[in-house]
């Protein structure tokens, strides 16, 4: 197995085999880490957190569960997972006009031009940002709908194992937003392997 460490606002990207399995870790703990996952042979198609959402009618998904794409077909499947779950699946990914929204202060990079310039490496263009699986982040829906951010909880070293339903190429971002205190506060990078 290979492992590629993901510095803080940094991204890797890697290519995986149908059948194959990987594992997103979180190496220090805490951090949140931005997924998607494109079909290597058609890339306009990819994971999607909203068809997900839809196939397993859950918000959160957890070992055994297979995600679909934006074909409603199996692209992901959970093999396991040692954190304790709970894996955003609302919240769009970081970028420049989110910081200026939010009014903070914005990092170097940000997820989002992550995405796009791994995207632009294999000559393909987004016309928008799919939604991330935020991985070991912690959104909560209170009873009034309101949505409230909560630090993550990931210790070092745990991870989720994943498996490819297709030839893939998959993009993490380790995601360096401070907003909401979803790694709590401290950003450390993560690590995947394959």
Avoid at 24 to 45: K, R
Avoid at 78 to 107: M, Q, R, W
Avoid at 131 to 153: M, V, Y
Wanted: glycine share 6%; net charge negative.
């Amino acid at each position: 197995m290979l492992q590629r460490f993901i510095e803080p606002g940094g991204v890797a990207n890697v290519q995986i085999k149908k059948g194959k399995k990987f594992k997103i870790i979180n190496t220090f703990g805490h951090q949140v880490v931005d997924v998607w996952a494109f079909n290597s042979n058609n890339m306009s198609e990819s994971l999607s957190m909203h068809h997900s959402r839809s196939a397993l009618y859950k918000m959160w998904f957890q070992p055994d569960d297979t995600l679909v794409s934006t074909l409603f077909e199996p692209i992901i499947k959970i093999v396991s997972d040692t954190s304790n779950g709970g894996h955003d699946t609302l919240h769009a990914a970081c970028s420049k006009g989110s910081y200026k929204f939010y009014n903070t202060i914005e990092p170097i990079s940000n997820c989002t031009d992550n995405l796009k310039l791994t995207l632009n490496s294999y000559n393909f263009e987004l016309n928008h940002t799919p939604c991330p699986w935020n991985l070991f982040e912690h959104a909560f829906i209170q009873p009034d709908g309101r949505l409230e951010d909560k630090p993550s909880t990931a210790q070092p070293g745990d991870f989720v194992e994943l498996e490819a339903q297709k030839d893939l190429i998959v993009v993490c971002s380790a995601c360096p937003s401070r907003v909401g205190n979803i790694s709590a506060s401290d950003p450390k990078g993560a690590t995947i392997e394959y």
